[in-house]
């Protein structure tokens, strides 16, 4: 395991997802969680002395806590300066400035003093959508950066702020940018145009959580699972039908934040708050539980990552300063191995878990699921 210091108050230059290795091959980046949604790179990681990954650039930025997407061979991030929200990009090969667009902030801040956006950017079909922490969402074109359009989606339909403002990144699924809104008069989860920004379905009244939604297989199917503030719930993107609903969350101070995993006809959820893990086995127009807990996989809002039939991710709390590193087998919730951890967030490539955690630290970890 190696591990490096890291400053939150930087975005260095791609170094969190893959400076590691050649950017001449690697692979875009366009959403939350890579490609799949599923926090797995295909590119491969050479291990770093001492002084850690080579540094190839660095940019500062403003408030916020939102990724980086990387498509076309452009980086793009989004932050808070002022009174105004941004939408940034660099040149992914020498982070030279492609262009900057601003859009207006609404949000005065809640539990957490920062007020910069939550979700990060999703690029699809040339354009780049960023969903503010007001609930203002932006739609930027990718080549020139100019700002096609925006909708207050948090106002218009009357959306609670949270805790910490919206937070839920939205997802692209074809046509349409599927948003969990948590509005009220039927606006839990809304579908837009994406080119246009119009509504075309909205669907359910529970509200919003700091949960993205991702894509299952459901009868052969794509379907989109969101992970509301209450519920579990799966929808046919094209129309808002609902599958599948049931309940997940518990009232008072706690938040569902984890992106939902699904893989090899699987779904696996997790949240901390004495919530809890469990995996679901998918198939026959059905969800079946295999096992639940609050023992194997309690993440606050660390999505954890699937590898050879072994769960990887961050088990506890940041709030309470206890957390582990954890391997947890996928079919049975044992807990295989454990490491002190502070909490934070992982991804998978070819060969090595990368583990930013909020203290700083950047791990590098053999995928290994019987021993750390």
């Keep these: ?10 975005l260095v230059g791609l170094l969190a997802m893959f400076a590691c290795g050649p950017w001449a091959v690697a692979d875009d980046w366009p959403q939350l969680l890579g490609p799949q949604r599923n926090g797995i790179s295909k590119e491969s990681v050479e291990p770093w002395g001492d002084g850690g990954p080579k540094l ?67 690029i699809g079909g040339g354009k780049v959508y960023a969903y503010s922490a007001g609930g203002v969402l932006a739609c930027v074109d990718l080549k020139s950066g100019d700002l096609l359009w925006t909708r207050a989606l948090a106002s218009e ?24 809104v948590g509005g009220r008069d039927d606006a839990e989860l809304v579908a837009l145009d994406a080119a246009s920004g119009r509504t075309v379905w909205k669907h359910g009244e529970d509200n919003a959580s700091y949960s993205s939604p991702t894509i299952m297989d459901w009868e052969g199917k794509p379907h989109v699972v969101f992970v509301t503030r209450l519920h579990c719930v799966g929808v046919e993107p094209e129309t808002g039908k609902e599958v599948f609903r049931f309940r997940f969350g518990q009232t008072g101070p706690t938040v569902n934040a984890a992106t939902p995993l699904a893989f090899d006809n699987h779904l696996f959820l997790s949240a901390s708050y004495g919530i809890g893990a469990s995996m679901y086995q998918v198939g026959g127009g059905k969800l079946s539980p295999l096992w639940n807990n609050d ?78």
Excluded at 157 to 180: E, H, K, M, W
Excluded at 311 to 327: K, N, P, Q, T, V
Aim: with cysteine.
């Design 1 to 10: 395991m190696r591990q490096i210091p890291a400053r939150r108050a930087l």
């Design 56 to 122: 190839l650039w660095r940019q500062r930025v403003g408030e916020g806590y939102a990724g980086v997407a990387v498509s076309s061979g452009l980086a793009v991030a989004f932050h808070r300066e002022g009174g105004k929200n941004v939408v940034e990009a660099w040149t992914v090969e020498l982070g030279k400035p492609a262009w900057r667009a601003t859009f207006d902030a609404p949000y005065r801040g809640g539990i957490n003093s920062d007020r910069g956006p939550r979700c990060a950017p999703v």
């Design 157 to 180: 339909y009357r959306a609670l702020d949270g805790y910490f403002g919206a937070g839920s990144t939205p997802i692209l699924v074809g046509r349409l940018l599927l948003l969990n």
């Design 295 to 372: 023992n194997s996989m309690s993440s606050q809002y660390t999505t954890c990552v699937q590898r050879d039939g072994a769960l990887f991710g961050i088990h506890g709390r940041e709030d309470a300063g206890s957390a582990s590193l954890r391997s947890v087998d996928a079919k049975t919730g044992k807990v295989l191995w454990e490491q002190d951890s502070a909490v934070g967030h992982l991804l998978l490539a070819k060969n090595y878990l990368i583990v930013l955690e909020v203290d700083g630290r950047l791990r590098l970890v053999e995928p290994d699921k019987h021993q750390y």
